[in-house]
């Protein structure tokens, strides 16, 4: 999930595979010449559009399809008005990878920071919501170090054990924040949020952030956020959740980020159970039109026939598609984490002793 990592590594088949960077593939001497160039402190480093296009990222799928990405995100409410249910009902559909509504879910390892609750309420509030189905892969902590003073130790060391972990959500950012003379300052804001991003984005992960609102109105629902607007432009997206008044029980939940379009969800609480149901969604998820070369390279490889092995050029003629070799490759780099999604194949464009190598594998259920 994530920004890419230097890797070198062997292709399905077992053929050596030389290292890559977000740079796309180079030879050693490129390498050795970019590692150069990175140490001048006067050269900027910078990609055209053509090696952009021509390298090929690690996938990065939704946590929540339309909802929940890779990145820092926002969870931004009043107090008391259930934003913590709405939390723990989102840490428990990603541990246990079943949809929350009507929106598919990607499980993996969870870590709650419940800073504002005792145990005993956790434990309270987990049974009234899910009974006895209890998900393993879910782990809470109702005490934790600030950042500067521990924290990121203490989350760093969490992943290492548990390097499936997939969310982490702090409930509150207030609990966890250092407290200076620059405390409500843009700059402070800002750093807070990049220093949890870069967190979360090295590792791979989505991390929550627990927020209130601030009390003033306001026309757009984001600038409720309270603090500066180093907050919000710092993080990858935002979800702000509102009720008409504080015994009510609808709400409403705002979305914005740079991942995924702007949507709000219309939620009522079940009184029984605790958790939010989804009553309406204004906006429905866009959803990209087809793309005729990825239902080409789909037909050919499945269960039957798994992998696919060749060259650019022997991959145009395979796919009988109008398109250059290099014109395909790209296509097909810009779209590989959509390749995977939809269609479950993933690929590998590799340069090897032998020349560019195009691997194609058919990975059901590894969207």
């Known amino acids: ?49 053509r090696e952009l296009y021509e390298t090929t990222f690690e996938s990065t799928p939704p946590l929540i399809d339309g909802l929940l990405y890779q990145g820092l995100c926002l969870l931004v409410g009043g107090p008391k008005m259930g934003k913590s249910f709405l939390a723990a009902q989102i840490a428990y559909h990603v541990s246990t990878g079943t949809p929350l509504w009507h929106f598919p879910v990607r499980d993996g ?18 049974y009234r919501m899910y009974d006895m189905a209890i998900a393993d892969q879910l782990f809470f902590a109702i ?9 990121d130790e203490q989350l760093g060391r969490f992943v290492r054990e548990h390097p499936d972990t997939s969310l982490i959500i702090i409930d509150t950012l207030q609990k966890v924040r250092e407290v200076g003379g620059e405390a409500y300052s843009y700059a402070s804001d800002y750093d807070i949020i990049a220093r949890l991003k870069s967190f979360a984005d090295c590792r791979g992960l989505c991390l929550i952030l627990v927020h209130h609102t601030r009390k003033q109105k306001a026309k757009d629902i984001f600038e409720m956020i309270s603090g500066t607007n180093g907050l919000l432009g710092a993080a990858d997206a935002a979800l702000v959740f509102q009720k008409p008044e504080r015994t009510a029980n ?48 789909a037909t050919l490889v499945d269960a039957k026939k798994p992998e696919w092995v060749g060259s650019p050029t022997e991959l145009a003629k395979a796919l009988a598609v109008d398109l250059k070799p290099n014109a395909l490759t790209m296509k097909l780099n810009v779209n590989a984490e959509r390749l995977l999604r939809e269609y479950h194949v993933r690929y590998w464009n590799r340069r090897t002793h032998d020349g560019r190598r195009i691997i194609l594998r058919h990975e059901p259920g590894s969207a």
């Open 1 to 49: 999930m994530a920004s890419q990592k230097a890797e070198a590594e062997r292709s399905p088949n077992g053929d050596d595979i030389l290292p890559h960077t977000y740079y796309g593939d180079k030879t050693f001497e490129e390498l050795a010449d970019l590692v150069k160039k990175m140490q001048d402190p006067t050269i900027l480093a910078t990609l055209s559009m």
């Open 109 to 126: 390892t969870v870590l709650y920071l419940a800073l504002e609750d005792t145990a005993q309420r956790l434990q309270s509030r987990m």
């Open 143 to 151: 005490n934790a170090k600030q950042l500067g003073k521990g924290l």
């Open 250 to 297: 609808k709400a409403t939940l705002d979305i914005s980020g740079r991942d995924q379009q702007d949507m709000r969800l219309h939620l009522i609480r079940n009184e029984e159970k605790l958790c939010w149901e989804l009553a309406r969604c204004e906006t429905e998820l866009w959803k990209a039109p087809p793309e005729p070369v990825l239902d080409a390279v």
